[in-house]
């Protein structure tokens, strides 16, 4: 014992006697930060350069006229003024803030479905997810020309409702009809991407807690109230955010399908966006429009934040 | 005497042969020599817009001009029809505009405005004076051109808007395509009423049909519509005036097809035809307003068209019979105000070359008339032509396309009014008086910045 004694404080003497200075410590320490810093600078250079410079250098021309010829030119906040006061402007956020509440709503209620439905494990679930999943694969210009198609007065959408006996609807140039069809291709388009997230959810959701439930005598819909989807919080709430921000920068479906149109009806603030900046070589207020999007859109994500953050204060 | 004197007298040797060959190879290669330094390389960027007969034609002509004059390369490109614009403007804005480019004639207010492109040497073009130069042009196209006495464009195509009748349709229906062509709106919608088929709610075939695609189309079939009423898309002040009486009347006759006759059904094929020409080619619709028809586009479309040849262009109905009058517009060749002289100067030879030879644009591009007004109409293959001599009143007889700094804001508001009155039935003063805000504000706003 003594020996070993002996040879455990000799030991701790040898390592306290090899110990690093202080100094050399701090060296080492700030070596390895710059090591690591060195490895993350080109992630941050590539950011700072393609990502929040664009960022900032778009906010800062919301704030000057300029036509792509002539060099910007400051206005204060002219360009936020005009578009205050510019009625297609006002038409076209309203038509935004349309699309990206009732697409969300519905990729989430569907997905969500889709999950649960596949999630029973009745056969052919799979192969149905595997189907399902190919409208995400497909070329979106592609989807776009096909339901354009599907979506004419003498297309594939009518004859179908017309078996059930329902009369010409003119889907694409009928300003009461054309969001809803534009909203039915995102959600045919996106639903079954965030059906795999949700099923994930599902999967993940240890079966003790239902048979706990079951033995209680919970009916399903209050174990899918009571325990799914408080579950599930966490997934609901990536697929509204990660669904609302898809919708806010949506450009090709509207542009592809309907051209904004019929008159203003399906006009969406990135096409504006395009629009104002390419086709009318105003870039400062195509920027001011950006920025009311990066608005929007940051809105939208720090109210779903707060919205869950209360509701798993609830749930808890 | 020097030891080379006897060298005649020597029998040929390798040595001679080799020296012989060497002497001449030197000799035979001085011109070029002397050619290359006169004239430094010259390297060009040229765009234009793509069109299966006239861009290939165009960079034929191109090619052979860098043949004939080696020093001179250009980098021709080309882009669809309705990017070209942007791609020129976004070209201007990062410095990569190309020295020349073919511009669509209502652009060149817009380039006028920013002063982006040269005014050009009519002299250097081979005309005596800007006066010959003008008369050697139909006047709608070249009228695009010229700004404060001097020209910044070199017409290159110009063509009117024809009304194209299927003859075969009007048979059908016991109508004599000579005598009963529409000459009057009345008359159209009458006549579209006629060949109209229905089964339900479903056209079985449309009589007539305006294209409802694309702003673009909205505005070139409008545009005559309005003046022959006595409209006008602005007023001397500038104010847009689509809503006056005459744009309500213009309106009205626009919808009068599809509310009053029921001949036409503006939601069918807003969105669905590759070519807005394409219902009245596949003989789902009997009459239709469009540029001349290339007769290789109807026989790949409709073989049996071309073959029965029972189709023809007629002049656009007016208000009176006879004065209707068609929607017109071109392109110019222009040159970058900010190409060094010397590249201005290769361009001006380079677009004399390429107009120097319009019977080999007819051949390459026909019935796509140049805007040259002489010096190919009077060839007998062009006079053999069907139905050349409608094309070329079209031409000549057109009103162009409204010329303004705002024209695509204009095109799209104008777009969004007749769909709102067309598929809402929306109320026209109300929506043209919104149109003409949305149009003013835009003019406002260019004015402001």
Partial sequence: ?316 | MSPTTRLPARATTRRTVLRGIGVTAAAASLPHRGFGQAKAPIQLGFWTYDNPQQRPWLQKRVKLYTEQNPNVTVDFQWFPFGDLGKKISVGFATGTAPEGFVSQDWFMPLWFDKDLIAPLDVQRLGYGSLDKFQSDFAPASVSSAIRDGQTFGYPLWFYGYANYLNTKQFKEVGLDPDKDAPATWDQLGEVAQRLTIRQGDKFVRQGFKFAMHSAAWTVIQFNPILLGAGGQWFDTSGKCAVNSEAGVKAMTTRASIAHKYHAEDPADSIATNPLPQLDWLKERCSMFFQLPLPPVLVEKENPAMASGDYYRPVQYPGYVAGKGISSTYGFNLVINARAPKEKQEVLHDLYRFILSDPMDAWKAAAPFPLALKGGWTEDPLVQKFPHVEEILKARDNGVPLPRCLVYNEMADAMHRAIQSILLEKADIKATLDTAAAEIDRANEAYRKS
């Avoid at chain 1, 052919?124 to 979106?140: E, K, Q, V």
């Avoid at chain 1, 599907?150 to 009809?177: C, E, K």
């Avoid at chain 1, 807690?209 to 997934?235: C, K, M, V």
């Avoid at chain 1, 509207?254 to 070589?281: C, H, K, Q, W």
């Fill in chain 1, 1 to 316: 014992m003594s020996d070993l004694s002996s040879r455990i404080a000799r030991g701790v003497r040898s390592r306290s006697a090899t110990r690093p200075r202080p100094l050399f410590r701090l060296r080492q320490r700030t070596n390895t930060r710059l090591w690591g810093v060195a490895f993350i600078l080109p992630a941050i250079l590539f950011f700072a350069v393609f990502k929040y410079g664009p960022m900032l250098w778009a906010i800062g021309l919301s704030f000057t006229s300029y036509d792509m010829v002539s060099p910007p030119r400051y206005v204060g906040l002219e360009n936020y003024a005009s578009l205050a006061g510019d009625p297609v402007f006002r038409e076209t956020l309203i038509n935004t803030l349309v699309y990206i509440g009732g697409s969300t709503a519905l990729i989430t209620l569907v997905g969500l479905s889709l999950a649960l439905a596949i999630n029973t494990r009745v056969p052919g679930a799979r192969h149905c997810m595997t189907l399902m999943f190919l409208t995400n694969l497909m070329p979106i210009i592609a989807v776009c020309l096909v339901w354009r198609f599907m979506f004419n007065p003498y297309g594939l959408v009518n004859q179908l409702l017309h078996v059930f006996g329902a009369g010409r609807i003119d889907w694409l140039t009928s300003s009461a009809t054309v969001m809803p069809a534009i909203i039915i291709v995102t959600v045919w388009r996106f639903a079954p991407y965030f059906m795999v997230v949700f099923l994930a959810g599902l999967l993940a959701i240890p079966s003790d807690y239902y048979e706990a439930a079951q033995i209680d005598g919970a009916n399903a819909i209050r174990r899918f109230w009571h325990i799914t989807l408080p579950q599930l919080s966490p997934i609901v709430y990536f697929v509204i955010v990660v669904s609302g921000l898809l919708c806010a920068r949506i450009f090709l479906m509207p542009y592809i399908i309907t051209d904004g149109g019929p008159g203003n009806a399906t006009r969406v603030l990135s096409m504006l966006v395009y629009e104002t900046g390419f086709s009318y070589l105003k870039m400062g207020r195509a920027a001011a429009i950006s920025v009311v999007l990066f608005v929007i859109s940051l809105l939208f994500t720090v109210g779903q934040m707060h919205f869950f953050a209360r509701s798993e204060e609830t749930f808890e």
